[in-house]
C-alpha cells in the first residue's frame, strides 16, 4: 500500500471533528472522500498529509510514519490544497523552478522538470505568463503540475474543481486520470457527485466526522439503492407509503415530490402502479451516488 491510516481521530477541546477513520491507498487508485462541507474531508487530509495532528492513530505513506518521520514521508507526497497559494511574484515556471528547491532540485535540472511538467498540464505557452494573468482553471493546472515536482507516489487533491466552470472541471479530471495511469496514488476529496462517479475507483462516504460506508461507485449504488429509481409529484405521502410497505422499498421526500426506490423484482409492478394514480410528474431513471448519500444520511449533500 502507498499509504495507510490507522485510527484517526481529531477532536478539538469537546468538540470531535473526525473519529475512528481506517483505510489504505493502492499504487495507481482513486480513492475518493465523499461528504458534504464540514464532513471531515478537510481535516482528514489534512491528517494525512502531516498538516494536522491526530488526537489518535496515525499514518504511513510507503514505509514512513507522518508525524515522526514527516520530511521522509513529505517527500513521497504531492498536495493540491482547496487555494492556490500560488507566489505572484514568480511568473509560472518561476514558480514550479522556486517550489523544487524545496527539495534540492536547482538549476538546468529544476527548469527541466518544470518545462516537462508545464508540457503535462497544457501549460508550455503560458511558461512566461505571470500568475495574474491565468483563469481559475490554469491556476489549478499550476497547482497540480507544483504538487508533481518531486515524483510523488500519493497526491492528495482536496476539492480541487470547486469554482471551476464545466470545462475547466473536466480539463482537470483528465489530468488525474492520468495521475492513474501513471501508478500515482490520489486521494480525492469531492462534495460533487459526478466527479466522485467518474474519478474514483473507491468512495469513502463522510459524515459528522465518521465514514459510514465504503466502496467502488457501482457496489455502493447496487448495494444501497439498486438499479432504478422513480421521482413522483401529485401522490400522497400516505399513498406511498402503502406502496413502499407492499413492495418492501423505500422513498424520500424530496423538493416539491418524492423519490422511490424500484426494487429491482418487481420494479415494473412499482411502475404500473404509480402510473395509475396519474400523478402530475412522474419519471424514472438509474440510481446514482446522490440516492446512496441521501439513504444513508437522511439528507443530500446540497441539504447539508
Given at each position: 500500500?502507498?499509504?495507510?491510516?490507522?485510527?484517526?481521530?481529531?477532536?478539538?477541546?469537546?468538540?470531535?471533528?473526525?473519529?475512528?477513520?481506517?483505510?489504505?491507498?493502492?499504487?495507481?487508485?482513486?480513492?475518493?472522500?465523499?461528504?458534504?462541507?464540514?464532513?471531515?474531508?478537510?481535516?482528514?487530509?489534512?491528517?494525512?498529509?502531516?498538516?494536522v495532528i491526530p488526537?489518535?492513530?496515525?499514518?504511513?505513506?510507503?514505509?514512513?510514519?507522518?508525524?515522526?518521520?514527516?520530511?521522509?514521508?513529505?517527500?513521497?507526497?504531492?498536495?493540491?490544497?482547496?487555494?492556490?497559494?500560488?507566489?505572484?511574484?514568480?511568473?509560472v515556471l518561476e514558480?514550479?523552478?522556486?517550489?523544487?528547491?524545496?527539495?534540492?532540485?536547482?538549476?538546468?535540472?529544476?527548469?527541466?522538470?518544470?518545462?516537462?511538467?508545464?508540457?503535462?498540464?497544457?501549460?508550455?505557452?503560458?511558461?512566461?505568463?505571470?500568475?495574474?494573468?491565468?483563469?481559475?482553471?490554469?491556476?489549478?493546472?499550476?497547482?497540480?503540475?507544483?504538487?508533481?515536482?518531486?515524483?510523488?507516489?500519493?497526491?492528495?487533491?482536496?476539492?480541487?474543481?470547486?469554482?471551476?466552470?464545466?470545462?475547466?472541471?473536466?480539463?482537470?479530471?483528465?489530468?488525474?486520470?492520468?495521475?492513474?495511469?501513471?501508478?500515482?496514488?490520489?486521494?480525492?476529496?469531492?462534495?460533487?457527485?459526478?466527479?466522485?462517479?467518474?474519478?474514483?475507483?473507491?468512495?469513502?462516504?463522510?459524515?459528522?466526522?465518521?465514514a459510514i460506508d465504503?466502496?467502488?461507485?457501482?457496489?455502493?449504488?447496487?448495494?444501497?439503492?439498486?438499479?432504478?429509481?422513480?421521482?413522483?409529484?401529485?401522490?400522497?405521502?400516505?399513498?406511498?407509503?402503502?406502496?413502499?410497505?407492499?413492495?418492501?422499498?423505500?422513498?424520500?421526500?424530496?423538493?416539491?415530490?418524492?423519490?422511490?426506490?424500484?426494487?429491482?423484482?418487481?420494479?415494473?409492478?412499482?411502475?404500473?402502479?404509480?402510473?395509475?394514480?396519474?400523478?402530475?410528474?412522474?419519471?424514472?431513471?438509474?440510481?446514482?451516488?446522490?440516492?446512496?448519500?441521501?439513504?444513508?444520511?437522511?439528507?443530500?449533500?446540497?441539504?447539508?
Amino acid at each position: 500500500m502507498v499509504l495507510t491510516a490507522y485510527d484517526l481521530w481529531k477532536t478539538y477541546g469537546d468538540a470531535t471533528v473526525v473519529s475512528g477513520v481506517n483505510f489504505t491507498l493502492e499504487p495507481g487508485e482513486v480513492l475518493g472522500f465523499l461528504g458534504a462541507n464540514g464532513a471531515g474531508k478537510t481535516t482528514t487530509v489534512g491528517m494525512l498529509y502531516g498538516a494536522v495532528i491526530p488526537t489518535r492513530g496515525f499514518v504511513e505513506i510507503d514505509k514512513y510514519e507522518v508525524r515522526s518521520q514527516g520530511r521522509k514521508a513529505r517527500n513521497l507526497m504531492g498536495i493540491v490544497t482547496q487555494e492556490d497559494n500560488l507566489d505572484p511574484e514568480f511568473g509560472v515556471l518561476e514558480n514550479l523552478m522556486y517550489f523544487a528547491s524545496f527539495y534540492r532540485i536547482t538549476g538546468k535540472n529544476a527548469r527541466n522538470i518544470a518545462a516537462k511538467l508545464l508540457d503535462r498540464v497544457g501549460l508550455q505557452e503560458y511558461a512566461r505568463h505571470r500568475i495574474d494573468e491565468l483563469s481559475g482553471g490554469l491556476k489549478r493546472r499550476l497547482v497540480l503540475a507544483r504538487s508533481l515536482i518531486n515524483n510523488p507516489k500519493v497526491v492528495f487533491l482536496d476539492e480541487p474543481t470547486t469554482g471551476l466552470d464545466p470545462d475547466a472541471r473536466q480539463d482537470f479530471w483528465r489530468l488525474v486520470k492520468d495521475l492513474k495511469q501513471s501508478g500515482c496514488g490520489v486521494l480525492l476529496t469531492t462534495h460533487y457527485m459526478d466527479e466522485a462517479e467518474r474519478l474514483c475507483d473507491r468512495l469513502i462516504l463522510m459524515q459528522k466526522g465518521k465514514a459510514i460506508d465504503s466502496g467502488t461507485p457501482p457496489e455502493l449504488i447496487d448495494r444501497v439503492i439498486g438499479r432504478e429509481v422513480a421521482e413522483v409529484e401529485g401522490i400522497s405521502e400516505e399513498t406511498l407509503e402503502q406502496l413502499a410497505a407492499k413492495y418492501q422499498t423505500w422513498y424520500r421526500h424530496f423538493a416539491t415530490g418524492y423519490m422511490l426506490v424500484l426494487p429491482s423484482e418487481n420494479a415494473d409492478n412499482l411502475w404500473s402502479e404509480l402510473s395509475a394514480f396519474h400523478p402530475e410528474r412522474l419519471s424514472r431513471r438509474r440510481a446514482n451516488l446522490e440516492d446512496v448519500f441521501l439513504r444513508l444520511t437522511g439528507t443530500s449533500l446540497n441539504e447539508e
